[in-house]
């Protein structure tokens, strides 16, 4: 075999001086890809740590200048990122001429500068004004990347970003904040998917309350858990939802929402809200529903019309529709509790000095048909006391305190014995997801 790389057989070749060119441009055109992919890379996860990331929360144009009537100079898509250098004092309206906002002065990942609008993209907040529900993720990296996949976010950085503008009303001189903000994940290159997490506006708001990043189908993907609370200013009460979102083919797919609210609007909290159980490849929702009583269970002349009954809903994760998915209709059962002391008496009325039909001891067990609050004194202020109309094992009916019993035959009843119990009677929504998978990416 000869030797190609010999001094001899150097001596001898005569090189094209056009070779050499191509070869030097070929070479400086691969490093100046790689240098820009590589310098890509540290501009968007640098611009985040700094606290100066802003990503297009749809496509838009690069303005030469802080006015729609300048020239556009580029345009970029959802989920580019830019870095901020600065922003107009004052808010200009938007194209309808309804909303008001600033404008942004940027530069994009391929270093051109100039200004987009306020209305879109999503401005990095301050650390400061990020909200507590944020902080076990914030400014952290995880791998949502997928074999098999094209996925470019197997190492993404998580922050919160915010669009900030005025309503314009009927009323003069009144502009009413508008306000929302944004989980967002932004990879390597510079591309984000974003999801709304707070907000505020004419209409009402809406609060982040938990996050978590969890792998729920056992894939080695971490996915997101959100649950979110909104209140509206034309509606009385609130409406609790919990949603997952995982990372596939470069975009955020919703794998799972639920409405954590009963149709009993007016129940006390353990009554009124779903309770979700997470589970490795499963799902279980948990809630109580008034229905009409059964023949055997309408005493009194129909002073109970209407019986609690609890309801379990199942959901698997379905692979190849990548989500979770219901497996059947809800399973219905009665509601059953136990006495918690002994010697505690059904009375006739919700009340402490109602007469009483039978005494009972522990661990009697009962049949709980619903339940009623009652406003007393104590020390002069009003106060919530709650009781159950039950029917005891003998077949008597009255009403119990809430507090002398214990739900059976429920996930969460450890969370309803808390609410009767408490003196207090608080209980937080965010505590009705409850996360039992093999590994917790949030805390680590």
């Known amino acids: 075999m000869k030797d190609f790389f010999t001094k001899t057989q150097y001596a001898t070749i005569n090189p094209s001086p056009l070779g050499f060119v191509c070869l030097h441009v070929f070479v400086i055109t691969i490093f100046s890809l790689f240098s820009l992919s590589n310098l890509s890379a540290t501009k968007a996860h640098n611009w985040v740590m700094q606290g100066k990331a802003v990503t297009a929360l749809s496509n838009l144009a690069l303005y030469s200048d802080s006015t729609f009537s300048s020239n556009s100079i580029g345009f970029y898509k959802e989920g580019d990122l830019f870095k901020q250098i600065g922003t107009t004092k004052g808010f200009h309206e938007d194209d309808s001429q309804k909303q008001l906002f600033r404008w942004y002065q940027v530069e994009a990942i391929d270093g051109k500068r100039g200004w987009v609008f306020g209305d879109g993209v999503a401005v990095m907040l301050a650390d400061l004004k990020v909200s507590e529900a944020m902080a076990s993720v914030y400014k952290r990296r995880f791998d949502f990347s997928r074999k098999g996949e094209e996925n470019g976010f197997g190492n993404a950085i998580i922050w919160v970003g915010s669009v900030y503008g005025h309503d314009i009303t009927n009323k003069r001189f009144v502009k009413p904040s508008y306000r929302e903000e944004y989980l967002v994940l932004t990879n390597e290159k510079g591309k984000s998917l974003i999801e709304i997490i707070n907000g505020n506006n004419l209409f009402g708001s809406t609060h982040l309350q938990k996050i978590e990043i969890e792998d729920t189908n056992e894939d080695e993907v971490p996915e997101i858990i959100l649950q979110k609370i909104s209140y509206s200013k034309k509606k009385y009460g609130n409406n609790l939802t919990a949603d997952i979102?995982?990372?596939?083919?470069?975009?955020?797919?919703?794998?799972?929402?639920?409405?954590?609210?009963?149709?009993?609007?007016?129940?006390?909290?353990?009554?009124?809200?779903?309770?979700?159980?997470?589970?490795?490849?499963?799902?279980?929702?948990?809630?109580?529903?008034?229905?009409?009583?059964?023949t055997d269970e309408l005493t009194n002349k129909g002073t109970t019309p209407n019986c609690l009954k609890h309801f379990t809903e199942t959901y698997f994760w379905n692979e190849d529709n990548f989500a979770f998915e219901a497996l059947n209709r809800p399973y219905r059962m009665p509601v059953k509790g136990v006495l918690k002391n002994d010697n505690v008496a059904l009375r006739k009325q919700p009340s402490t000095t109602s007469p009483t039909s039978v005494e009972m001891y522990r661990n009697n067990f009962l049949r709980i048909l619903h339940e009623k609050s009652v406003l007393i004194k104590v020390n002069g202020k009003p106060k919530q006391q709650h009781w159950f109309y039950v029917r005891e094992a003998g077949g008597q009916y009255g009403y119990l305190l809430a507090k002398e019993i214990d739900f059976l035959n429920i996930t969460h009843a450890h969370l309803i014995n808390q609410y009767f119990s408490a003196t207090s009677s608080v209980l937080e929504e965010r505590n009705f997801i409850k996360i039992q998978t093999a590994s917790s990416f949030s805390n680590k």
């Open 245 to 294: 979102f995982a990372v596939r083919q470069n975009e955020l797919v919703k794998v799972f929402e639920c409405d954590m609210h009963t149709s009993n609007q007016k129940a006390v909290p353990p009554l009124r809200y779903k309770f979700i159980n997470i589970q490795p490849k499963k799902i279980k929702v948990e809630f109580f529903e008034p229905l009409p009583c059964p």
